[in-house]
């Protein structure tokens, strides 16, 4: 079965900064994508960036970014030019053949003032 | 616009009654829908997967029986939490692919916060 880890809990940065939110897995599958999803307090689950496996060139929008290392089977966040409105709860999930995501456990973002 | 109606977004009910969460496609035919359990401060769980015009898959340590799930069109899946109790108190929350399936990004319903009193 594919397991995603999230191992930082909670992360805090300063506004304008850059953080970076880190996110591996493991998967015997060849062919998946891999999403990160924000959580606000309203619990909409929105999707911030997703990444397909067969691709090598990281995903961006905008000020999010990912660093893609298949072989470390690893999918970091970054957040450049943090802003108030990106504290959240940031969930890295998968999917694989079967469609259904996997998710990690999340980490929640504080961005200070 | 939304993609996914998800009905009620909050419900209060007393323990040993049934409630029903509605999970609509709106702007195109779903396959296949999901349900998810969120409990305070933790991750999604998948529940089952719901597949239009078949029984739904459970996952391990979910009640099918306590746990109804109905696709019976490509627009449609309802969850119905029977004879429910204080610990099935949560947020649940569905979640959309199409036709297009693995090339289509999941949609997610806004959630059902259910309150068992």
């Known amino acids: 079965a594919q397991t995603v880890t999230q191992s930082q809990p909670e992360m805090s940065v300063q506004e304008a900064e850059t953080v970076t939110l880190s996110c591996t897995y493991d998967t015997s599958e060849s062919d998946y994508y891999l999403f990160w999803y924000k959580q606000p307090p309203s619990r909409q689950m929105i999707l911030v960036i997703r990444q397909e496996a067969y691709k090598q060139q990281n995903a961006t929008e905008n000020r999010f970014s990912v660093n893609f290392q298949k072989a470390a089977k690893s999918f970091s966040l970054k957040i450049s030019d943090s802003q108030l409105g990106d504290a959240a709860m940031y969930f890295c999930a998968y999917q694989g053949g079967s469609e259904k995501l996997v998710f990690g456990k999340g980490t929640k973002l504080t961005v200070n003032p | 616009g939304a993609v996914v109606s998800q009905h009620p977004s909050r419900v209060i009910c007393k323990s040993g009654t049934s409630v029903k969460i509605e999970c609509r496609s709106l702007?195109?035919?779903?396959?296949?829908m999901f349900w998810y359990r969120q409990f305070p401060k933790q991750s999604l769980m998948l529940m089952a997967t719901s597949n239009e015009g078949s029984k739904a898959t459970y996952e391990q340590g979910v009640e099918k029986d306590k746990f109804l799930i109905n696709h019976a069109s490509l627009t449609l899946s309802t969850l119905t939490v029977t004879s429910a109790h204080p610990e099935d108190s949560s947020f649940y929350i569905c979640s959309v692919t199409g036709r297009e399936a693995y090339n289509s990004p999941l949609h997610f319903g806004n959630g059902t916060r259910l309150t068992v009193t």
């Open positions: 702007d195109f035919q779903a396959t296949t």
